[in-house]
């Protein structure tokens, strides 16, 4: 893959949970941070990256979850006259189009959750993004290159000194591995493999032909379908945006569950092992158009 130029952290807040929604989830936030390499690699250790930003907040025309109201304070009431995505879309657009190639999303379990939902509204809207963008989960990175470390803030701290001093690092033994796990400490339901997620597609596509609003028997086939799916996870939750920012820059996180926020927690998290997550991204980044986009049903 090619060494990338601009790094574009992105996250979303939605309306609910794809499955909990019949996959008819929609953006209430997102947000779009970008910096380009050369500002990450010299951005010092704690320090925020100078950044480009397109972060709106969008009318999803359809009920939000109470559970997401209270966690982003995002009601339909204050959204009511906010535009929708299919509005903004094309602003965004220019906004990508203008960084310099070659372009990577980086979005903490976005293979699983924010490029899927963001695919599927462009879907909807008639839309494509441009067809060069690259992506990478920073949730599979993270796991990548801390799964078998003990490094916490103070190792980082002592790696920019020698760093600064006589130009070396602390090199680290690293195991891939490619398991994602949910990035947010309420939302334990996000706490699914890509195969896990495929297997709840199909059971959400299966019975969704046969369902009438008041069929409570297939309401509880689906049900007990992905209760046993939710049943099989294993992995843990070590690797929350928040731990990590905890971990590694020994940060508390002022205003969980807003896009614009995360985005530049993750920029501080990425600057803080800009040594390793830099090249592990170009390495391992995929082309957008490689991700499936939510299916609605």
Known sequence: ?????????????????????????????????????????????????????????????????????????????????????????????????????????????????????????????????????????????????????????????????????SGKRSEETISDQDILTDDEDEWSDLNLTNEELDEIDDICSSVSEFEEPACKPVNTQRSKAIGNVFDKKTATNDFKLTSLYKRLLNKEEINAHRAEVDCLILAECVVAMKHDFLPWADDNCTMLTKIKPLVRY
């Not at 939902?117 to 839309?127: F, K, N, P, R, S």
């Not at 796991?143 to 760093?163: C, G, P, V």
Request: net charge negative; proline share 5%.
């Open 1 to 165: 893959m090619p060494t990338i130029a601009t790094f574009v952290f992105f996250d979303i807040e939605t309306t609910g949970l794809p499955w909990q929604e019949k996959n008819q989830t929609k953006i209430t936030d997102f947000s779009f941070v970008a910096a380009s390499r050369k500002i990450l690699e010299a951005t010092s250790y704690g320090q925020t990256p100078l950044v480009s930003k397109f972060t709106v907040v969008l009318n999803p025309e359809r009920a939000i979850h109470p559970k997401v109201r209270t966690l982003t304070g995002l009601s339909n009431e204050l959204l009511q006259h906010a535009p929708v995505f299919k509005r903004i879309v094309k602003s965004l657009i220019m906004f990508l189009e203008d960084l310099t190639r070659p372009v990577c999303l980086v979005a903490h379990n976005g293979n699983v959750f924010d490029f899927k939902i963001l695919l599927a509204e462009c879907h909807d809207a008639g839309v494509s993004l441009p067809e060069d963008l690259l992506c990478v989960d920073s949730l599979v990175g993270f796991r990548a290159l801390l799964k078998n470390s003990s490094l916490t803030y103070k190792d980082f701290e002592d790696i920019q000194e020698i760093s600064l001093e």
